[in-house]
């Protein structure tokens, strides 16, 4: 009879809960406006409004709804770094509606609801582009010696050059 070695109980592993689902691992639809070099957002949650409209274009601007407005929930923006988001909220200025955490975007610049369409997805396409760049963080620096000398030496001689042009009496 062969004896078996004790068994070990059995540890118990500790269960991590689940991490929340990162937002720039949502699924990118087909048919998805590029709104930077990473950053999309669904068609549908691009919501636009069509008003009439002031500036060039006459009494045709006066009639017709070519003024164009597009509202974006900042949640709905796909594939930005959650920092981006941050940096959005802080460079968008009087385009964000804090209220509901929309950026609200208006053009009626040209004549035509197409080209204000166009005006206003290449102003947010812009506003989000300069966003998902990540500041470089500034190092503070000391002078070098040297360069600290030229300053100097360079100080010196101007001051050297002003007191020669003052008056002397030479007696």
């Known amino acids: 009879m062969s004896e078996e070695p004790p068994s070990d109980p059995p540890t118990e592993v500790p269960v991590t809960p689940p991490l929340p689902p990162d937002p720039r ?25 069509f008003t009439r409209g002031g500036g060039p274009g006459g009494q045709h601007v006066n009639k017709t709804a070519t003024r164009s407005e597009v509202r974006l929930h900042l949640d709905s923006i796909g594939g930005v770094h959650p920092d981006a988001i ?11 509606i804090a209220s509901s955490d929309e950026l609200r975007i208006v053009s009626d610049s040209h004549r035509s609801q197409l080209k204000n369409r166009e005006a206003c997805l290449a102003r947010l396409v812009n506003l989000i ?40 009496d030479r007696e």
């Not at 699924?27 to 919501?47: F, N, Q, Y």
């Not at 941050?86 to 964000?96: D, K, P, S």
């Open 86 to 96: 941050v940096r959005i909220r802080e460079q968008a200025g009087h385009l964000l």
């Open 129 to 168: 582009e300069q966003c998902e760049v990540r500041p470089k963080v500034r190092r503070k620096t000391r002078p070098t010696r040297a360069s600290r000398e030229r300053r100097l030496k360079d100080k010196k001689q101007r001051s050297e050059k002003k007191e020669n042009r003052r008056w002397r």
């Open 25 to 49: 691992d949502r699924h990118r639809p087909g048919d998805a406006v590029t709104l930077g070099k990473k950053a999309w957002a669904d068609p549908a949650d691009l919501r636009w409004h």
